[in-house]
């Protein structure tokens, strides 16, 4: 790549971040936690009870200090604790489960 284009590609990422202060745009940093599973399929069960119900659902995968392996099932992504809250709040009360806010890439 040529410097000028590198010059270029400088001030383009920089105009991004600009932008996305002005916005306050964040990158997601929370999740919300319906579920916790070490049988992956306790795990799909409640996914696929949920999946109908317009969830932004997703899993994750990840294992513990112990080497067990979790299967979480976990809605939408949140900038902040305080919004990821609400929302937990709001399925709690909808699906009559319990939540919890999670760091996005955290157990």
Do not use: C
């Not at 317009?54 to 899993?59: A, E, F, I, V």
């Amino acid at each position: 790549m040529k410097k000028s284009q590198k010059t270029k590609l400088e001030k383009i990422r920089k105009a991004v971040e600009k932008e996305k202060k002005r916005l306050r745009i964040t990158e997601p940093k929370f999740t919300i936690q319906i579920g916790a599973f070490l049988n992956e399929e306790n795990a799909v069960t409640l996914f696929n009870s949920l999946k109908m119900k317009d969830y932004d659902l997703h899993l994750f995968t990840a294992t513990d200090t112990l080497g067990r392996v979790w299967y979480n099932v976990r809605i939408g992504f949140y900038p902040d604790f305080n919004k990821a809250s609400m929302a937990a709040d709001s399925i709690s009360l909808r699906e009559d489960m319990p939540t919890l806010v999670r760091p996005l890439d955290k157990l």
